[in-house]
């Protein structure tokens, strides 16, 4: 189970440290992944792009994109889960990702933690702007806000690479 970031990267909490619902959410989400790796490549495919493409349909810098292109995304996209109280990024990291909420409840939060200047939940879209390559940005697209996991979350994650594999794979195929 993913455990937010910290400066060292991701931490992780194996399953004897979890709580009884701790476990149950984790072992739905593992079980969730567990029937889709199951499943032949076709049919994951396609499911994924039944679930997944009219969310990234909504998504501002996607709005005017092929068809081709949405359905290369919508397979790059991969799961992670966060805890309570877990920050998915924070303010002024570089950002290689974007996220798009399934399922849960995040809070943008000022640097004190404590003021919260939004809400995001399910189909909620954010870091999009890290993924893009700004002309003259050397250190790439620093994050703008802290987002922080209020209860358990699952959110899908594009990230910059994916995005250009996905663009190089429409245009030579």
């Not at 149950?24 to 029937?35: M, R, T, Y």
């Not at 995040?106 to 399910?122: M, N, P």
Request: hydrophobic share 40%.
């Amino acid at each position: 189970m993913r455990r937010g970031r910290s400066s060292g990267g991701p931490t992780y909490r194996p399953a004897a440290e979890l709580s009884g619902a701790q476990f149950e959410i984790a072992s739905g989400a593992q079980f969730e992944n567990a029937v889709l790796k199951s499943l032949p490549d076709k049919l994951k495919a396609e499911i994924a792009i039944h679930v997944h493409l009219d969310t990234l349909k909504q998504v501002r810098i996607f709005q005017d994109c092929e068809p081709g292109l949405l359905v290369e995304l919508v397979l790059k996209l991969k799961l992670q889960v966060f805890s309570p109280g877990d920050f998915v990024c924070r303010k002024g990291d570089v950002g290689k990702e974007m996220y798009i909420v399934k399922r849960g409840r995040l809070s943008v939060v000022a640097d004190d933690g404590k003021t919260v200047y939004a809400t995001l939940g399910a189909g909620s879209v954010f870091g999009e702007v890290s993924i893009l390559n700004i002309a003259g940005n050397k250190t790439g697209n620093r994050r703008t806000a802290n987002v922080r996991s209020v209860g358990y979350s699952d959110l899908f994650c594009l990230s910059k690479n994916d995005l250009w594999d996905a663009l190089t794979e429409v245009s030579h195929p």
